[in-house]
């Protein structure tokens, strides 16, 4: 058979060059085969891990376990294998190696494309991303890393791609060449804004004493993969069902002096209670600012804030008068007095109220379906009041392995 030339006219007669007609299909079908042989040589890694150090694996994975919950087996099992792979990629042995740079020594030599194997000697140089998603097209997207604004070109491999161009995700990655290859999928959540969640990875990395939200995002990948359906679930006041126009001015003065101090779930939680009271008692409100710091000191005796107010405090932080707040306080505590025993048992597990409240461990829903605030768009509780959802078990305190 003649050889064809790049420049040739293509055989097929289209009239195009060889190079931009079939030939550039035939390129096309390579990268197809070298695509699903990565996604193969995934799988022989995962086998070669658990083969070798599974039982590394697996105590890591319950220690893990202490800290998160599982309430479905199903869900179980999904954390057991993205936790399997980041073990892989990210953590160091006894001898200071990492499964993956073991791999790669013991197996490479086996693998006789030579493109495929130049491109397995990089995975060493593993990383985990946050981002938005910049565009799709079939199983290339183009995403924004959420930290650097860097914008980096990845693939998906055999899964189908459902993501969202706009939508926030969160995955680990390999180099391919000069792009990237998912390992093994990105994880998204549609209903989660991306600052929403930036903000939430960076605040927990200072307050692990992290310099840098990827170092943090790398050693806590999982515990933040459970995390974030949470933040996901975040109330939109413009889409609840306020009777009266006052009403809503009161949730948003109440969401914008508390949603840089806290955890949204937390706020949502406080717009939550306002709501109920609101449907059970029509009050004609003059100065909207009394009454957001009410709900602000009626929120601080159920969940931890982080800084503790007085009501007198509080009333100067709204410009309102402190005698007051402390009547329509004690109104709410009346008209809700169900909805704050059930709040407060969920937060301090049983009767009594501790002075230090430990926090609860947080709620995990299975990736990467979104987290629920647990209310419709009027506003109404569906089930158990958010604040289940709101902490996870004690602060990272530390960067890993620094002891208390």
Not at 209 to 238: A, N, R
Not at 261 to 281: A, H, R, S
Request: net charge negative.
């Amino acid at each position: 058979m003649e050889k064809i030339n790049r420049n040739d006219l293509c055989p097929c007669g289209s009239g195009e060059k060889y190079s931009k007609c079939c030939g550039a299909n035939k390129a096309i079908s390579i990268n197809l085969i070298i695509e699903s042989e990565l996604d193969e040589l995934q799988k022989r890694i995962l086998h070669f891990a658990f083969f070798h150090f599974g039982n590394e694996i697996n105590e890591d994975f319950e220690d893990l376990s202490e800290m998160i919950d599982f309430d479905m087996e199903q869900e179980r099992e999904f954390y057991e294998l993205i936790h399997a792979i980041w073990f892989s990629l990210f953590e160091e042995l006894d001898d200071e190696e990492t499964i993956i740079e073991k791999f790669i020594a013991a197996e490479a030599g086996k693998i006789k494309r030579p493109k495929l194997k130049q491109i397995l000697q990089t995975w060493s140089n593993a990383r985990v991303i946050a981002g938005k998603v910049i565009s799709v097209d079939n199983n290339q997207l183009t995403v924004e890393d959420g930290f650097t604004s860097e914008q980096l070109n990845a693939i998906v491999g055999s899964v189908n791609v459902t993501i969202e161009e706009g939508s926030f995700f969160i995955g680990m990655i390999v180099p391919y060449e000069q792009n990237y290859l998912f390992f093994p999928s990105p994880f998204d959540l549609p209903v989660l804004k991306p600052e929403h969640a930036f903000s939430f990875i960076e605040d927990s990395s200072l307050d692990a004493d992290y310099d840098s939200p990827q170092e943090y995002l790398k050693d806590f990948f999982l515990e933040v993969l459970s995390e974030l359906p949470i933040i996901g679930g975040m109330l939109e006041i413009e889409e609840m069902e306020w009777s009266k126009p006052i009403y809503k001015e009161v949730a948003d003065i109440f969401k914008a002096k508390l949603e840089s101090e806290v955890p949204p779930p937390i706020v949502d939680t406080g717009i939550i209670l306002w709501f109920n009271f609101c449907e059970k008692k029509q009050k004609r409100i003059q100065n909207p600012n009394l009454y957001a710091a009410a709900v602000h000191y009626l929120l601080s005796t159920i969940a931890p804030l982080g800084e503790t107010r007085t009501q007198k405090e509080l009333a100067r932080l709204y410009g309102a008068a402190a005698n007051a707040v402390a009547s329509i306080v004690l109104e709410m505590e009346t008209e809700l007095s169900a909805e704050i025993a059930e709040l407060k048992g969920l937060v301090f597990g049983g009767e009594e109220s501790p002075a230090m409240p430990p926090f609860e461990t947080a709620s995990i829903i299975e990736f990467p379906i979104g987290g629920s605030s647990g209310v419709d768009k009027a506003g109404k509780q569906k089930s158990k009041p958010e604040l289940a959802l709101i902490e996870k078990k004690g602060k990272k305190g530390a960067k890993k392995g620094q002891e208390d």
